[in-house]
């Protein structure tokens, strides 16, 4: 039997994408990378995560990154569909690109909701074939398996490239979380003049608590 751990890195930023990773390994590829260090990627270092990142892709069948920028974010609240469905989407995107329908597979995922069960039921509602897959959604499945902690560390990675690019291009906005200061105070000078830019994720409420009449006089277009 195969193994498939799945992560995501930037669920809860105010600017920038969320990213989910899959790694698809056998049981003596997981043993490998565990003893190479790998664990949740929150507890590593930004140049360990890179090191180990091309540890990874060595050591390891396949792997598959998604990305959901912060239009599709709000795009999809908007529609009604939150961001816990939104990411079993992209989870089930990874599954489907991965999967090899000859070989059985134990599918771990870092479940993002509170809710274990209603989660995995949406998750294999949007799996193309599951006749040969095994599906477990845990919490703190990064830090529990090697698998799960190696997409965590391949979500973060990407996550953390794309926020440089982005600083880079748009200067230094912080971390991207709502919680850091430098991002919030970024927002308050810079958030009206990049309105457009696409970084920013409308929907969430730090964006409404600085610009509400904005966000009000939005409503009244339709």
Request: proline content about 4%; charged content about 25%; aromatic content about 6%.
């Amino acid at each position: 039997m195969l193994i498939m751990g799945i992560d995501d890195a930037g669920r809860g930023p105010l600017i920038g994408p969320m990213f989910l990773a899959g790694v698809l390994m056998t049981k003596d590829q997981e043993k490998s990378l565990k003893s190479a260090g790998i664990t949740d990627s929150k507890l590593l270092t930004h140049p360990t995560r890179i090191k180990l990142s091309r540890v990874i892709k060595e050591k390891s069948i396949s792997n598959f990154v998604v990305m959901s920028t912060p239009q599709e974010i709000d795009s999809s609240i908007k529609k009604g569909t939150n961001l816990n469905t939104l990411e079993a989407q992209k989870t089930a995107a990874i599954i489907n690109e991965l999967n090899i329908k000859k070989e059985n597979i134990k599918v771990i995922v870092d479940c993002p909701s509170v809710n274990i069960k209603a989660w995995t039921n949406t998750l294999m509602g949007y799996i193309d074939y599951l006749d040969n897959l095994e599906i477990s959604c845990e919490h703190k499945a990064d830090f529990n398996h090697a698998c799960a902690g190696a997409a965590s560390i391949l979500a973060k990675v990407a996550r953390e490239e794309e926020v440089e690019k982005l600083n880079k291009k748009y200067g230094d906005f912080g971390s991207g979380y709502p919680s850091d200061p430098k991002t919030k105070d970024f927002l308050r000078k810079r958030g009206q003049e990049l309105s457009n830019s696409g970084i920013f994720r409308k929907t969430w409420a730090t964006w409404k608590e600085i610009y509400p009449e904005k966000e009000q006089m939005t409503l009244k277009g339709f």
